[in-house]
């Protein structure tokens, strides 16, 4: 069974800085693509970031654009999550996903993602 466990939330200011981790038991970690999506009190799950299965190709939500960066260690099989100027409308649940298709493209919508992890809490106050 994979697993996708996400680590690295907590409760910070505007402006600060957090760094979100994924690690998973894929075995070949380094055949898929990935991303992060989150889920705020609106309860619709959006799309943050998502990298390609060899880190070339980098896509954002136009809203993180500029203050969060998407990463991979193939060697850890670990994804994370850089983020930077974090306002308020951040505050969400961070979930890291993957997408079973071997080599595929990068993807905003979370019907193309297989798995997902359990999720980490992000919280920004004003």
């Known amino acids: 069974q994979v697993q996708l466990v996400e680590s690295g939330g907590g409760l910070v200011h505007a402006g600060d800085s957090l760094r979100l981790s994924c690690t998973t038991s894929l075995r070949t970690f380094n055949d898929f693509p990935m991303a992060w999506f989150r889920q705020g009190p609106e309860k619709e799950r959006k799309f943050v970031a998502a990298l390609s299965w060899n880190g070339g190709d980098e896509v954002y939500a136009n809203s993180v654009k500029g203050r969060f960066t998407i990463s991979r260690d193939n060697a850890k099989n670990s994804v994370s999550l850089q983020m930077n100027s974090l306002k308020p409308e951040d505050t969400a649940v961070y979930y890291c996903?993957?997408?079973?298709?071997?080599?595929?493209?990068?993807?905003?919508?979370?019907?193309?993602?297989?798995?997902w992890g359990q999720g980490t809490q992000v919280t920004v106050s004003s």
């Open positions: 996903a993957a997408d079973a298709e071997a080599w595929g493209g990068v993807h905003a919508r979370t019907y193309e993602y297989d798995y």
